[in-house]
């Protein structure tokens, strides 16, 4: 009898993360149409585009493709993909870096973009 138990949990899980996933995806896609990149920033395209929720904020990191390093596993996403990540605090960490680095701020309850702006430079 545990193995008819077993399968319908197993089932309900994976719709859950489906359900979280299809949501992330959303939010990265509403993100995309509205953001305004900074002036200075490259092309949305040029950018590998890390999200993560920080509290009651979506919290994005843009990484141009002249900083990306597939050897790192912070900073290996491809210029012109996206991905969410599960903690905001392993968001990709450049201090410097001029507009190489956009960050981006989103309110989901609003539903809008509240910043982006580049990293300053060292």
Not at 4 to 28: D, K
Not at 31 to 56: S, T
Not at 62 to 82: C, M, T
Request: charged residues 25%.
């Amino acid at each position: 009898m545990k193995p008819f138990i077993v399968i319908p949990v197993l089932l309900l899980l994976a719709a859950c993360s489906s359900a979280a996933e299809i949501q992330q995806r959303r939010t990265m896609e509403e993100i995309e149409k509205q953001v305004r990149l900074p002036a200075g920033a490259e092309k949305l395209e040029a950018y590998a585009r890390y999200y993560a929720m920080d509290r009651n904020r979506v919290v994005g990191r843009y990484i141009a493709r002249s900083l990306v390093d597939p050897e790192n596993v912070y900073y290996d996403l491809p210029a012109g993909q996206n991905r969410w990540i599960a903690d905001h605090r392993n968001l990709p960490l450049i201090s410097d870096g001029g507009c190489s680095v956009v960050d981006v701020v989103y309110d989901p309850a609003k539903q809008r973009v509240e910043q982006a702006s580049c990293n300053g430079v060292a």
